[in-house]
């Protein structure tokens, strides 16, 4: 059983008698009240979710109807100025998060590929709890290392040599008028990010994977395949919409991650990044940067808002993720 | 019954596709697979060894003894208080969220199972548990911060026993689901309340799962930046008191995570230390404990 | 002939050399209208030992697997029989624990050496198992599946080569309407002859079948069994059954394992109508198993 808390649907099903069987002719309070009990603590889980929703919305009410579209189209957060645009914020939020994606994606199917294909079980074991040893790192860990480590390598080795490079000159690369020498930039929080959401998307995936029945797979061994071409035309295909799930959960980690991104992104937010070595900012760092100086109630407000824009796209991912991942467990029982 | 007597298409005269190259392709995705496995295993091994090193050297009896420094020029202070007000904070959280998640989850498990709030409930959970921490932080503002007018200890702990519920309940619901049904049916069978058979029965034998489950947890909120930082705040002093602007309920509390992200964005070398001890501390705690409920409780367990 | 260390050794192999093997059998197996000496052995099998691990599951199996025969191998569960054909097509390899020891000779290679390649036999030998296990994709892309990994067709020779095998296999006119649906649309029965068209569209030497029609009902049987009589002037046909009407119905040859041995082997004919081993008889006459 998976234990990585990777908000998955993936556990026995079971039919279970709903009845209690208290004893005839006895009053029990017991019975009922453990019901109660139980009913009103998972209910708790319903009304924290809706709680949140209201309150976020009625904490950035005066940002909604004050400030309208312009938050999100504008470019320049200058509360000082009054002014509220988070494009760079958002920007930066997608660009970070597909370089993470990028990285991750892959090197986790290939992961995953390993642990339920290819690998000795011990060797599975060691790699199956480095993988969730990852997972428990906490994000300012990560920022740490990445501010003290990462930061100074990229600005020192990495990022000039990448410019004395050809590959300096492509279009995502070519330095903006915002670089500052490449540490504390969106590349870097990607980098970061990438192996933040790795084991998410690798746990996931190796769930899925592992639900491709064995006589199907062993079906396309007999027919001459190699290991590469059951997993990709057998398993992956049996497995795809598990796997766009993953992908999905991975999003949705990398959209919200706060601690490791304030760290090492570069807090920029009066203009947008040029190219992947310009700072920049995110919605979560940049949240987490200004909340407590906010004095302004619109200044307030407008961080709640943003807030609540972030909530929403990771919900909706959240959604969509849970959606594909049934869709894999229907065909796994559906299946003739 | 279809005419067998024309093998007309034998596969004698088709081209073979070259062996050697799909052989080629399968061995170099293997290698691919052992060289990202390798990697992602370097990069834990890189970062816990990072903090290790780092971090190691600033552990001392005055680091576990003396509250946070706020004279650059001395070189004494620790991270007593912080580490107090984390164990308070977190141990606030955890007395709301572990038995509000336990029950929760033994709804999912025990009563609703199939029906549709049942349904719900677990959706909505799945759901909760991706909401960035930051998020749940600012919520948390919002309903005990903002109106108050101050910051508080209590404050971080809802924030942190928001997060904790649906993780325990999830948690407790799984492990729960593993238990099989004859033991319910043979405690109901003797005649024992539903209460007593899930509480004395059931849960006993998933006693290991929910103990993992519950360390967990605990050790996943108390490494929890991101929704202390408009709650809790911090403070360089000890917490005094429950009310009044030291005390738990009536002011910041110093707590780790967040004392941490102060001292290491200072420029202060000695300061930075300090928060690479402090980074120190919790990488034991959590990579402790991770190992330490795996190998008493999930021996044996694949992966 | 075979035997297991139950029976006579009458078989003496030469030494050291894989040529196909001339057989020893005595007068009271041979049956009059099958020679069995006569006939070409597809694949020879001496003294085949199996693991899972530590434990062993088979015992020095000798067989004569004949060609563009159907040999039926019956026993009660748990005897070996799935393990015994696994071996033909290495399909064990893939279980770290599980190992084989002897030989199976096939056109004078042993196939347990580890010069053989994998690929190139799975080709020539096909399997069907128990569960009808459609791949993930379209009936036609099941079909083409073999054909476009072992050859370089152009789109029109591979759609000629899939309704081939889908006719030979029985089932083009139930399927040739649903070649883009997802080939679990089919029916068990169905699902099972496209395996089977799936297996013989790359034209192997020898068919496996695992138990072929135990998952699926008494009609779709009925054209399996008809189906593997078709096929067998094309193919060599190594069929593992429960059901002991079905090997006697469609097999020419019959192996009984028991506990990892194969106690008896001989034309279906003789094993059915006058087993030697009493063994045998006890299994064939119901009285386990």
């Known amino acids: ?24 002719g006895r009053l029990r309070l017991g019975d009922p009240l453990f019901r109660g009990i139980a009913t009103l603590c998972g209910l708790t889980v319903a009304f924290a979710m809706f709680g949140l929703t209201a309150v976020l919305v009625y904490s950035s009410w005066p940002a909604i109807t004050g400030l309208g579209a312009e938050m999100l189209t504008t470019v320049e957060w200058s509360p000082s100025s009054g002014k509220y645009g988070a494009l760079a914020a958002l920007a930066g939020t997608a660009l970070s998060t597909l370089v993470a994606m990028v990285i991750a994606v892959p090197l986790a199917l290939v992961i995953a590929l390993l642990l339920v294909e ?9 790699l199956g709890m480095a993988i969730e040893m990852l997972a428990a790192i906490p994000s300012i860990i990560f920022g740490m290392v990445g501010l003290f480590v990462i930061v100074p390598f990229m600005q020192e080795k990495l990022v000039p040599w990448v410019l004395s490079t050809p590959l300096g000159s492509l279009p995502g690369l070519r330095p903006g008028p915002s670089f500052q020498g490449g540490g504390l930039s969106v590349l870097t929080a990607g980098v970061v990010l990438a192996f933040m959401v790795l084991p998410y998307i690798t746990a996931v995936s190796r769930d899925v994977l592992r639900m491709v029945p064995q006589v199907t797979k062993e079906a396309g061994y007999g027919m001459g395949s190699t290991t590469w071409e059951v997993m990709r035309r057998i398993s992956l295909r049996y497995a795809n919409s598990g796997i766009v799930g993953a992908v999905f959960i991975g999003l949705g980690r990398a959209l919200g991650e706060t601690m490791a991104v304030a760290f090492i992104i570069g807090s920029v937010y009066t203009s947008l990044p040029r190219s992947l070595l310009d700072p920049g900012t995110t919605i979560a760092s940049l949240i987490a940067n200004t909340f407590n100086e906010a004095t302004d109630e619109i200044h307030v407000a407008a961080l709640v808002e943003l807030g609540l824009v972030l909530f929403l796209i990771t919900m909706a991912f959240q959604f969509v993720a849970q959606a594909w991942l049934r869709r894999v467990q229907r065909t796994a029982g559906g299946r003739a | 019954m279809n005419d067998l007597a024309h093998p007309s298409l034998t596969t004698a005269s088709l081209r073979h596709r070259s062996v050697a190259r799909r052989k080629a392709a399968d061995l170099t995705v293997k290698v691919l697979a052992w060289v ?19 971090g190691i050297g600033a552990i001392d009896l005055a680091f576990f003894t003396q509250p946070t420094p706020q004279d650059v020029t001395s070189t004494e202070g620790g991270l007593a208080n912080a580490i107090v007000g984390t164990l308070v904070i977190t141990g606030v959280a955890a007395a709301i969220g572990i ?8 709804y999912l498990a025990e009563f609703g199972r199939n029906g549709r709030v049942a349904t719900a409930v677990r959706m909505i959970a799945n759901v909760v548990m991706g909401v960035p921490s930051i998020i749940v932080g600012v919520f948390a503002f919002a309903i005990l911060v903002k ?22 309940a999830r948690t407790t619901e799984d492990v729960l689901n593993l238990v099989p049904n004859e033991l319910r049916e043979s405690g109901l069978a003797m005649g024992a309340p539903r209460w007593k058979v899930t509480l004395g029965v059931v849960c006993r034998a998933a006693r290991g799962g929910l103990i993992t489950g519950a360390s967990l947890a605990v050790v996943r909120v108390a490494g929890e930046t991101a929704p202390l930082l408009f ?33 290491a964005a200072t420029p202060y070398p000695q300061w930075q230390d300090l928060a690479w001890g402090g980074a120190f501390i919790i990488i034991v705690a959590v990579l402790g404990m991770n190992l330490l409920v795996r190998l008493i409780f999930q021996r044996g367990k694949e992966w | 002939m075979v035997g297991s260390t139950l029976t006579d050794r009458a078989l003496t192999p030469s030494p050291g050399a894989v040529a196909p093997p001339r057989l020893e059998v005595p007068e009271a197996r041979r049956s009059v209208d099958q020679d069995f000496a006569a006939l070409t052995s597809q694949i020879a099998v001496r003294h085949l030992d199996f693991f899972y691990g530590k434990e062993q599951a088979l015992f020095d199996n000798s067989i004569e697997i004949k060609r563009h025969r159907v040999t039926a191998v019956i026993g009660p569960s748990g005897c070996g029989k799935s393990t015994h054909i696994r071996t ?19 056109d004078g290679v042993n196939i347990l050496s580890p010069q053989t390649d994998q690929l190139d036999l799975r ?21 083409a599946y073999g054909l476009r990994q072992h050859y370089k067709l152009s789109r029109a020779e591979l759609a000629d080569r899939v309704e081939d095998a889908l006719k030979r296999a029985a089932i083009w006119d139930e399927a040739k309407h649903k070649l883009g649906e997802p080939g679990t649309a089919l029916s068990g029965g169905q699902q099972q002859r496209l395996c089977i068209a799936r297996a013989i569209a790359v034209e192997p030497e020898v068919l496996l079948m695992d138990e072929p029609c135990s998952a699926i009902d008494p009609v779709a049987t009925a054209k399996i069994e008809e189906l593997i009589l078709d096929l067998k002037s094309n193919y060599t046909i190594v069929l593992v059954t429960h059901n002991m009407q079905q090997a006697a119905r469609v097999s020419d040859f019959t192996a009984f394992f028991f506990q990892g041995h194969i106690v008896e082997f001989g034309p279906t004919t003789q094993i059915f109508s006058n087993p030697t081993q009493r063994k045998t008889e006890e299994y064939i006459t119901g009285r386990f198993g």
Request: proline share 8%.
């Open chain 1, 1 to 24: 059983m998976s234990t990585i808390e990777s908000g998955l649907v993936l556990g026995p099903e079971g039919p279970r008698g709903a009845a209690s069987a208290a004893p005839r």
């Open chain 1, 118 to 126: 290819l690998a000795h079980p011990t060797v599975g074991k060691v």
């Open chain 2, 36 to 54: 990202g496995a390798s990697f992602g295993i370097a990069v834990m091994a890189f970062v816990v060894y990072e903090v290790v090193v780092r």
């Open chain 2, 99 to 106: 038995p509000t998640g336990f029950f929760g989850g033994i």
């Open chain 2, 147 to 168: 109106p108050v007018g101050h910051y508080s200890g209590f404050a971080g702990s809802v924030a942190l026993a928001f997060i904790m519920l649906p993780v325990m």
């Open chain 2, 231 to 263: 709650t809790a705040l911090s403070s360089p002093y000890w917490m005094s008191g429950l009310f009044g602007p030291g005390g738990y309920f009536g002011g910041p509390v110093a707590n780790l995570t967040k004392t941490i992200y102060d001292l």
């Open chain 3, 88 to 106: 033909y097509n290495r399909i064990f390899n893939l279980y770290r624990d599980q190992r084989a020891s002897g030989e199976i000779v096939m």
């Open chain 3, 123 to 143: 080709r020539r030998i096909g399997m069907i198992f128990q569960k009808p296990s459609p791949f993930p994709m379209t009936v036609f892309e099941n079909v």
